[in-house]
């Protein structure tokens, strides 16, 4: 049995780039940055920074390129990848990346900005909390059947 399984919570290091295969398929391409933090032996407070590059496929793609941005948080999972190409000068080149599965955007940073839905207007609240209708008979729990 074999597994190949990546899952990372960070932060964008770049703004997503958003391209089409030739399918028509869009790919969203960026890089997320992952912090350990640890103590040493001696109680001194260490941190290490590691880079990911990330691509994902299809609504997904157009999701991110869309709500996302430099900075923001997500959780990838997926699986990686290893691709090897020759450059202009013959070189082989190698780039390894997590294909996306699946994302799911972290919280939003204090301050607004993000990629919720807008809140619809105070006086929009304040029309919807008026005409709600409460009973005005009390409810018996001996009535409630489960």
Request: neutral net charge; glycine residues 10%.
């Amino acid at each position: 049995m074999y597994l190949n399984k990546a899952i990372l919570i960070g932060n964008l290091t770049r703004d997503p780039e958003i391209k089409a295969i030739p399918s028509g398929t869009k790919v969203a391409t960026f890089g997320i940055a992952t912090n350990r933090v640890w103590k040493d032996k001696n109680g001194v407070k260490q941190e290490n920074v590691d880079f990911h590059n990330i691509v994902v496929f299809g609504r997904q793609a157009e999701i991110v390129g869309q709500y996302m941005k430099k900075g923001s948080s997500i959780l990838i999972e997926g699986r990686i990848q290893t691709r090897s190409w020759d450059d202009a000068a013959g070189v082989k080149k190698y780039r390894t990346e997590i294909v996306a599965d699946r994302i799911q955007f972290g919280p939003r940073p204090a301050g607004g900005g993000g990629y919720s839905a807008p809140a619809p207007a105070e006086e929009d609240n304040k029309k919807a909390l008026d005409t709600i209708e409460y009973p005005e008979e009390e409810i018996n729990p001996d009535d409630i059947p489960f």
